[in-house]
């Protein structure tokens, strides 16, 4: 974020060139002074915090001892921990390919220039503008099976009709699933669609002079191209499904038993209602580290490597 | 937005200029978590009987008792605390006494002889060091069995008086198409059901050996296995629509005559008012099993603070919660019953005469888990126990393992 302003700023100042070189960089420093004591004490200062406090026997209050990697012992050996490390795993991967595919699918529909686009957009949008909280609320009812679709089908005469994945402790995991896509396929879809927009249509026109069917045209042409807005549409998914929580809460509890636990969920419960709060820093610098871990080399590669190159 | 800003905040800080000093010596703010429409109701009879002994109460309710006391515990660190806050009767409030963020009351219980009037366990869950750190207000007990009159009465059955009575009777309730037991399936609902099912067929002793003493051995005994094993078949007198509910759900299905029985706290009864039913009519209350009456209630406690004007305050109100006309009306609306045991009962409904009755035997009395197991070890066993109840395959003897797990780990 702060890179971002910075290069900004920059070039903004850098615009009328033939200003004198203090005055160029001391405005943007100042205005930048603020943010970045902000980040300073408020996210890495919070972070060391947090990362301290997981190797202490903490429980209500903060306490200062030093008990070594303890708290991430009991960490691992703790079921409901490694539960909800899996159940990141299952839901990151198939939310983000779920919302990848859904998204581009519908994208490449609305890019067919159909009639009432702007009313299909909509449409297509309009779940990313509720909160987790109320999607949770919504699929939880019309899953739940003495209330929702269970019942409808049922009630329609089709009386064995099964639909029972929210109740259910080796499904409930994919009712998330199926509510996160639902939420954020639209935003997937919009990013797209952007991309889209921008190809040349040219393009087009050539793969149809040399008889390229119209999905190997969008498979082999297009999303190559849409290589950047892919990969802004899966860091949104992917930090959606770091920071999950509310998904959770409004819909299963964490339930069927401990089936739907994620992570984040740990964290709070550990925090403010189980009043170990040296369990839940451990666990929030575990997915501190996890997330590093996976993150690092990617930004290794896009920032430091390339701007070695240049 | 911006003249209208500012313009508050003088306006604010004008306000807050004049009227300091007059309101600062009786003034009490109060942080709570009673937001329901029967909860605040039950507040605002401690407000105005504060209010009717001269002081001004500021009332500070923040939803769900976590966020509350998390707020409380935040403002006590960071230096602001409010006048009185409310906890439940037990070891939350345990680091803050050791901390030194809280103030006794024992002057006023001596005076108040609180220690003849209330029932054993909850004064030991809230005196540290021979002083009074809180005031309990209420008493909930926590094992009851709420039932549908009715649906027994049409089956030709009687209320279960035993755990092993309860399973044969909701199979025979099952035949006929009733829900046997109306759960509410979140952990802390499954957690509460296997403690009535633990006291009152495993006993007190177990149950306080289980929760309290962290016990391996009584873990391990063949009673528990038996409990264990009891519980297992409770899963099967559950409708399917159970996981995820909330307990108002629940007890609204014997509410409306679709589920016989609902095992919960007497706030549940606060449900059965709301519906228009009466104790002993429409629905009936009893504690299955040893008949002992597990239980627990809420408190308040006054953080430390250098304001003279709220230290008179805080001995105030210590004094307001107490008197036997308020305790009678704010239990009224609350759904518990008094602190006091000397409070005449007869004026509340069926149940509350019930529970006081109980709990005139001391051998009745059993600590809720709050009060003898740390935050900490009961959210270990409702992980294991709402495992073991959600997964159908799991035997009585891996439950078994998992609440040692349990026992050995949490803090």
Redesign the interface.
């Known amino acids: 974020m702060a890179t971002v302003t910075v290069r900004a700023a920059a070039t903004g100042a850098a615009a009328p060139a033939a200003r004198p070189r203090i005055g160029r960089g001391l405005p943007a420093a100042l205005a930048l002074v603020p943010t970045a004591l902000i980040v300073l004490v408020v996210y890495v200062g919070c972070m060391l915090w947090t990362v301290r406090l997981s190797f202490t026997?903490s429980?209500?209050?903060p306490k200062f001892d030093f008990v070594g990697l303890a708290q991430y012992e009991?960490l691992i050996?703790?079921?409901?921990f490694v539960v909800s490390a899996q159940n990141t795993v299952i839901f990151g991967v198939l939310f983000i390919a779920g919302c990848l595919v859904l998204g581009f699918l519908l994208a490449v529909f609305i890019d067919q220039r159909v009639k009432g686009e702007g009313a299909f957009r909509t449409v297509f949008l309009f779940p990313y503008s509720m909160s987790f909280v109320v999607t949770g609320v919504a699929w939880?009812w019309f899953l739940?099976?003495?209330?929702g679709l269970e019942k409808l089908v049922r009630d329609m005469g089709f009386s064995d009709f099964t639909f029972?994945w929210?109740?259910n402790?080796e499904m409930a995991i994919y009712t998330l699933v199926i509510a996160g896509i639902w939420h954020g396929a639209g935003l997937t879809m919009a990013i797209l669609l952007a991309g889209l927009r921008g190809v040349d249509e040219d393009l087009w026109k050539a793969a149809r002079v040399d008889g390229v069917p119209p999905w190997r045209y969008y498979l082999s042409i297009v999303l190559p191209l849409l290589r950047p807005m892919v990969v802004t549409a899966t860091v949104l998914l992917a930090i959606s499904v770091v920071k999950l929580y509310d998904l959770v809460v409004a819909?299963?509890?964490?339930?069927?038993?401990?089936?739907t636990e994620v992570p984040a969920k740990f964290v709070m419960?550990?925090l403010?209602?189980?009043?170990?709060i040296?369990?839940g820093t451990a666990a929030a610098t575990l997915m501190l580290v996890t997330v590093v871990i996976i993150i690092a080399p990617w930004i290794y590669a896009r920032y430091v490597r390339s701007k070695g190159r240049r | 937005m911006g003249s209208f800003s500012r313009f508050s905040a003088c306006t604010f800080a004008f306000t807050l200029l004049c009227s300091t000093p007059v309101l600062a010596q009786e003034k009490a703010e109060v942080m709570h978590w009673w937001t329901s429409a029967g909860e605040s109701a039950a507040v605002k009879v401690f407000a105005d009987a504060y209010t009717k002994a001269g002081g001004t109460w500021v009332d500070n309710a923040i939803a769900g008792g976590v966020n509350a006391r998390a707020a409380t515990v935040n403002r006590m660190v960071g230096g602001n605390p409010p006048t009185m806050a409310q906890f439940n009767t037990g070891k939350q409030f345990d680091e803050l006494i050791e901390n030194g963020l809280l103030v006794d009351v024992e002057a006023i219980a001596q005076a108040g002889k609180w220690r003849e009037l209330m029932p054993k366990p909850i004064i030991e869950a809230t005196v540290r060091d021979g002083k009074f750190y809180a005031v309990p207000v209420n008493i909930h007990g926590q094992n009851w069995m709420f039932y549908n009159t009715k649906i027994f009465a049409d089956a030709g059955l009687e209320p279960p008086k035993t755990f092993p009575e309860l399973i044969e009777t909701g199979e025979k309730l099952k035949a006929k198409g009733v829900i046997p037991i109306a759960l509410g399936g979140q952990p802390t609902w499954e957690r509460n059901l296997f403690s009535a099912l633990l006291v009152g067929h495993g006993g007190a002793d177990l149950f306080r050996k289980i929760y309290g003493a962290r016990d391996v051995e009584a873990a391990k005994s063949d009673k528990f296995k038996e409990v264990a094993e009891l519980y297992g078949k409770m899963r099967g007198l559950v409708d399917p629509g159970s996981p995820g509910r909330n307990w108002n759900d629940a007890a609204s299905l014997v509410i409306t005559g679709k589920a016989a029985m609902h095992f919960n706290g007497d706030w549940a009864k606060g449900e059965f008012i709301a519906a228009g039913q009466t104790a002993g009519k429409e629905y009936g209350c009893t504690i299955v099993g040893e008949g002992k009456l597990v239980i627990g209630g809420d408190v308040f406690v006054f953080p430390v603070t250098k304001d003279a004007g709220a230290q008179a305050a805080q001995q105030k109100l210590a004094a307001v919660l107490l008197d036997p006309e308020t305790q009678l009306a704010f239990n009224k609306k609350k759904g518990s019953i008094p602190v006091r045991l000397d409070v005449d009962v007869s004026s509340m409904d069926a149940c509350a005469q019930k529970s006081h009755a109980v709990l005139k035997d001391p051998a009745n009395q059993v600590e809720a888990t709050e009060i003898i197991s740390t935050p900490n070890f009961t959210g270990a066993m409702q992980d294991a126990i709402t495992q073991y109840w959600n997964t159908s395959s799991m035997s009585a003897d891996a439950f078994v393992e998992k609440v040692v797990t349990a026992m050995r780990s949490a803090s």
């Open positions: 026997s429980t209500l209050l009991r050996l703790n079921d409901r939880q739940n099976p003495g209330l029972d929210l109740v402790q819909m299963t509890g964490g339930g069927p038993g401990i089936a419960d550990h403010f209602e189980r009043n170990n040296a369990l």
